[in-house]
């Protein structure tokens, strides 16, 4: 029963090729399913891990693997595609790539990084899911938003520069009273 949620953190990491093949095949409405199919897989398994009590050190890592691979690869397939705007695909991409950079930086300069996500980070991954999703069904689904995308879009920005901000004001405030402790 332990390893039930990391096999599904498995599945959703071998959902990512098939998303984005989908995407770039242009085949919107499967791939709208399969990212669907992912998100339930994500919930799924952090329910399951609290309630089985089946945290494991590796599932601290394979959740949000995961999850990051799901949403940069699908964010970049939807950017080359067309479907979203390649600006808002670089910003994601580089406030992932500065986390996961600052991360293992400060692991090494400082080491024993405890990772606590900011609630500002928690609202970005709420609005990069949103999009991507509302953005497959609209093209997939021939689904009409109005002018839910745009918004979609801005608020995803918004979130994405601000969320890179506060990591790196968080990580450098710890930086800095860290190295006056050494």
């Known amino acids: 029963m332990r390893n039930i949620p990391n ?24 791939a709208f399913w399969v990212f669907v199919i992912a998100g339930v897989t ?4 952090g329910t ?13 890592f394979l959740d949000p693997l995961a999850d990051k691979a799901l949403l940069v690869s699908v964010y970049v ?31 090494i300069m400082y080491g024993d990084l405890h990772m606590q ?22 093209v997939g689904l021939d689904m009409d938003v109005g002018p839910t995308l745009g918004v979609l879009t801005w608020i995803t920005a918004a979130t994405t ?3 890179g901000a506060a990591y790196l004001w968080v990580w450098g405030r710890k930086a800095a009273s860290d190295g006056q402790d050494q």
């Open 77 to 107: 397939a939807l950017g080359v595609t067309g479907y979203l705007p390649s600006w808002l695909v670089i910003l994601v991409v580089f406030r992932d790539a500065l986390i996961v950079g600052g991360a293992i930086l400060y692991e």
């Open 42 to 45: 994500d919930a799924l398994d």
């Open 161 to 163: 520069a601000g969320s």
């Open 117 to 138: 996500p900011l609630w500002i980070s928690k609202a970005n991954t709420v609005a990069q899911v949103v999009l991507a999703a509302a953005t497959l069904s609209v």
């Open 7 to 30: 096999i599904l953190s498995v599945f959703r990491l071998l959902l990512v090729p098939v998303a984005v093949w989908l995407i770039l095949e242009h085949d919107l409405a499967a």
């Open 48 to 60: 399951l891990a609290r309630v089985l009590d089946a945290r494991t050190k590796l599932g601290g």
